[in-house]
């Protein structure tokens, strides 16, 4: 039987359309792709002793996978240049597939690590090339507003996930709710398999001069390296450790520390897992409404000062959280950290491909995903191994000293990009 895939989608030019047709593929797949990883978050530290596991080794499996990405993102940025999107995007979701899958079967330290390590290559090769294509079938009117978009499919899969994970995981045993899980995901495999359209643009390739090849090479590394917008790099580094790597990691543990294993809301009692989950939850969902209005906001404004407020937004967010003494309180830090987290997101991916070369947006967005990664990596480790000396507010008053500094820094560079301090109309 032959498959007949979509045609390449070549990059827009000129042409203003809502939301192009490869990013529903695209979205959804990655969407999906997140349902185990994030059950973890919201459902492990309530089952440390069922599933053999102590509170540092689950600091160093939240952390991992993102340690993988750090080489990793760089390569699957160089190898999107080369041999396409799609085929990298694909590996990803059958990799995601299977580490969701292996979470059932683990047992005891090494085996949660070897599934951590499967799903850090998966999520590498995932999300590399899912901003890649955002930005090859956007152009500079449109590129705050996609990239707003595929960040509010992420925020889809941050939203579902830990609220169907979490509800699985009360009420399945973990083994039964991860396989479902890894359905659910597989369903997005065959989505992209069938659905994503190949975005690279074929480039002509130059004949080197004898004996010149290493010295070109090095010269067009220097020049890319040169050509990467690290004030965005930075400002990513540090939303995420602060909003995916801090925040994820611990809201489970801080509710079980200001609530004990239950939550009373009302008449009725509720699980930490689905408590977190549904935090969670609207998180995610009040993030994917915004994401796509930041960066359309950040085409007409500027990057810098989108990206400015929404770091001192962060910074609160985690003092209101820290300090909340009811449910409505850490409901309150909890929807004030989704508006800066959507408008951080998308708005410093819009701004990293503002810089960008079009010959080498896999490679950029690789870098861009490895600094990120560095940001993520060191919030769950350092929270969850100063917790059982100090508790969670140093890691917290980190992440806020963090997001203060690096917006003064922002606003202070003389580093400049083309959208930084002038409007551009769209």
Same mark, same amino acid.
Request: proline share 5%.
């Given at each position: 039987?032959?498959?007949?895939?979509?045609?390449?989608?070549?990059?827009?030019?000129?042409?203003?359309?809502?939301?192009?047709? !490869?990013?529903?593929?695209?979205?959804?797949?990655?969407?999906?792709?997140?349902?185990?990883?994030?059950?973890?978050?919201?459902?492990?530290?309530?089952?440390?002793?069922?599933?053999?596991?102590? *509170?540092?080794?689950?600091?160093?499996?939240?952390?991992?996978?993102?340690?993988?990405?750090?080489?990793?993102?760089?390569?699957?940025?160089?190898?999107?240049?080369?041999?396409?999107?799609?085929?990298?995007?694909?590996?990803?979701?059958?990799?995601?597939?299977?580490?969701?899958?292996?979470?059932?079967?683990?047992?005891?330290?090494?085996?949660?690590?070897?599934?951590?390590?499967?799903?850090?290559?998966?999520?590498?090769?995932?999300?590399?090339?899912?901003?890649?294509?955002?930005?090859?079938?956007?152009?500079?009117?449109?590129?705050?507003?996609?990239?707003?978009?595929?960040?509010?499919?992420?925020?889809?899969?941050?939203? *579902?996930?830990?609220?169907?994970?979490?509800?699985?995981?009360?009420?399945?045993?973990?083994?039964?709710?991860?396989?479902?899980?890894?359905?659910?995901?597989?369903?997005?495999?065959? =989505?992209?398999?069938?659905?994503?359209?190949?975005?690279?643009?074929?480039?002509?390739?130059?004949?080197?001069?004898?004996?010149?090849?290493?010295?070109?090479?090095?010269?067009?590394?220097?020049?890319?390296?040169?050509?990467?917008?690290?004030? =965005?790099?930075?400002?990513?580094?540090?939303?995420?450790?602060?909003?995916?790597?801090?925040?994820?990691?611990?809201?489970? *543990? *801080?509710?079980?520390?200001?609530?004990?294993?239950?939550?009373?809301?009302?008449?009725?009692?509720?699980?930490?897992?689905?408590?977190?989950?549904?935090?969670?939850?609207?998180?995610?969902?009040? !993030?994917?409404?915004?994401?796509?209005?930041?960066?359309?906001?950040?085409?007409?404004?500027?990057?810098?000062? +989108?990206?400015?407020?929404?770091?001192?937004?962060?910074?609160?967010?985690?003092?209101?959280?820290?300090?909340?003494?009811?449910?409505?309180?850490?409901?309150?830090?909890?929807?004030?950290?989704?508006? =800066?987290?959507?408008?951080?997101?998308?708005?410093? +991916? /819009?701004?990293?491909?503002?810089?960008?070369?079009?010959?080498?947006?896999?490679?950029?967005?690789?870098?861009?995903?490895?600094?990120?990664?560095?940001?993520? /990596?060191?919030?769950?480790?350092?929270?969850?191994?100063?917790?059982?000396?100090?508790?969670?507010?140093?890691?917290?008053? &980190?992440?806020?000293?963090?997001?203060?500094?690096?917006?003064?820094?922002?606003?202070?560079?003389?580093?400049?990009?083309?959208?930084?301090? &002038?409007?551009?109309?769209?």
């Amino acid at each position: 039987m032959i498959i007949m895939h979509p045609p390449p989608v070549k990059p827009l030019t000129g042409v203003k359309i809502l939301v192009p047709p !490869a990013l529903f593929p695209l979205g959804m797949s990655a969407a999906l792709s997140l349902l185990g990883d994030l059950t973890l978050f919201a459902s492990l530290v309530p089952r440390l002793e069922s599933l053999a596991l102590t *509170l540092p080794q689950l600091g160093v499996l939240f952390s991992i996978h993102r340690l993988i990405r750090i080489p990793g993102n760089p390569l699957v940025g160089q190898l999107a240049d080369r041999v396409g999107r799609r085929p990298l995007f694909i590996s990803g979701m059958l990799l995601a597939v299977i580490s969701t899958a292996g979470y059932g079967f683990s047992v005891g330290f090494v085996p949660f690590l070897v599934c951590r390590l499967a799903w850090g290559a998966a999520w590498a090769l995932i999300n590399t090339t899912g901003m890649t294509i955002t930005m090859d079938i956007s152009n500079d009117e449109s590129r705050g507003k996609l990239a707003g978009v595929y960040n509010s499919w992420l925020w889809v899969g941050f939203a *579902l996930a830990p609220f169907l994970g979490g509800y699985l995981v009360d009420h399945l045993p973990f083994r039964q709710a991860m396989l479902l899980l890894a359905f659910f995901t597989g369903l997005g495999l065959i =989505a992209s398999y069938l659905f994503l359209p190949e975005t690279l643009v074929p480039r002509v390739k130059n004949q080197p001069q004898p004996g010149s090849r290493l010295r070109q090479k090095v010269a067009g590394m220097i020049s890319q390296a040169r050509s990467l917008n690290w004030q =965005a790099m930075i400002m990513m580094a540090v939303f995420l450790f602060a909003g995916e790597g801090l925040l994820l990691s611990t809201l489970s *543990l *801080l509710l079980t520390d200001r609530f004990g294993q239950q939550v009373a809301i009302g008449q009725t009692t509720v699980g930490i897992a689905t408590t977190a989950g549904t935090l969670f939850m609207l998180r995610a969902v009040l !993030a994917g409404i915004i994401g796509p209005l930041a960066g359309h906001l950040s085409d007409r404004c500027g990057r810098l000062i +989108t990206v400015t407020f929404s770091a001192l937004l962060g910074a609160g967010s985690l003092i209101i959280i820290l300090y909340a003494g009811s449910m409505t309180g850490i409901l309150a830090g909890i929807l004030l950290s989704a508006l =800066a987290s959507a408008a951080g997101n998308a708005v410093l +991916t /819009a701004w990293m491909g503002d810089n960008a070369r079009r010959d080498a947006q896999g490679a950029t967005f690789g870098w861009f995903a490895m600094i990120g990664d560095i940001g993520s /990596a060191l919030g769950p480790m350092l929270a969850l191994f100063i917790y059982p000396l100090a508790g969670i507010a140093p890691a917290y008053w &980190v992440g806020v000293i963090l997001f203060a500094l690096s917006a003064a820094w922002l606003n202070s560079s003389r580093l400049t990009s083309k959208r930084t301090s &002038v409007s551009v109309s769209g």
